[in-house]
């Protein structure tokens, strides 16, 4: 008799505590800005708190969904499909900041390139994992995986978006390398990607002038270290306990996109080390459990996308923080769960319903 279905409640309530802190602080860092420029302080919060209800729902239906149907090869093509189109449509849309990244749906912007991370992992899951049970040779799968990253990676790059196509590689990647991706193939791979990052970054001004804020940003600080010295400002004036909610300076005429994608700062400034630190711990906690789950899935589909879904929120809640620290070069990568906007609460959201669905299949059988 099969054992009842437990969800994970260290990832559920992990989830839940970024998402508090996500109202509180996109609040915060919002309110003077939404005051001045919509006659509203609390603006930017409702959107979020729409963008959240809905992403939350998101997540409780796929919490349910048996994540074994995500695999299905007419669900990959039908989500291959939609994401290409919607990777291609971009580029006949408005620009915004001089980029093709977002869709104007009703009214809303949805930017294709953070769905198709979470497409890649389940199409890599489901190729790889199909070869992994037939006891056939994965390297078929690895080819396939490796065609649909650069293709989607091509195209983001394009809008442009290198940061992102980075980021959907390197997840790729450590789906693959979780399947015993053969050690020459790796090594190809570990050797080649550094020097195409370098040259797509040499081949823009504002890729290099990035750069060269990234290695002396107070000698570029009315440039392009103007956001990193502000955000190290913030983080520096916090101390350890912080100045108080709503107290800090640097959001009010300093920090440019201080709710979007630095609003770690926010948190170092005005709840100090403690609290950034206790951010810092929840995502360590996602990432620990998710891994967790990766190692008592019932069958490698599970195990893969398990990987590839944790590897994707600890990926981007770290390069976030090192941006926020300067310990990278600077890029627009929202915090999960906690920056403003809509496509990355909802990717994130979605992809952790499947992830407590394998964790509650997990422990079905163990």
Known sequence: MARKLKTDAWLFGGTLVLLAVSMAFV??????????????????????????????????????????????????????????????AVFFARPVNNAHRWLGIGGVGVQPSEFAKLVVILFAGAVIAARLEARE???PAFAKVGVLVLVFAALIVSEPDMGSALA?????????????????????????????????AMMEGYRRQRIFAFLAPFEHRREAGFQVVQSLIAVGSGGVLGKGFMQGVQKLFYLPEAHNDFIYAVIAEEKGLVGASLVLACF???????????????????????????????????TNMSVVLSLVPAKGIALPFVSAGGSSMLVSLGAMGILLNISQQASATT
């Open 27 to 88: 609040y915060s860092a919002s309110a003077h800005r939404a005051q001045l420029g919509k006659n509203d302080a609390e603006y930017y919060l409702i959107r979020q708190g729409l963008w959240v209800l809905l992403g939350v729902a998101l997540m409780l239906v796929t919490m349910r969904v048996d994540y074994r149907k995500w695999g299905h090869p007419r669900v990959i093509q039908a989500l291959v499909g939609v994401t290409v189109v919607g990777l291609v």
């Open 137 to 139: 040779s994965p390297l």
């Open 168 to 200: 959907l590689t390197a997840v790729g990647g450590a789906v693959v390398f979780t399947a015993g991706i053969p050690a020459r193939w790796l090594a190809a791979l570990l050797l080649t990607l550094p020097v195409v990052a370098y040259q797509l």
């Open 284 to 318: 360590v906690l996602l990432a620990w459990r998710g891994f967790r789950v990766a190692m008592h899935a019932p069958d490698a589909f599970g195990s893969l996308v398990a990987i590839g879904i944790t590897t994707m929120i600890a990926l981007q809640a770290l």
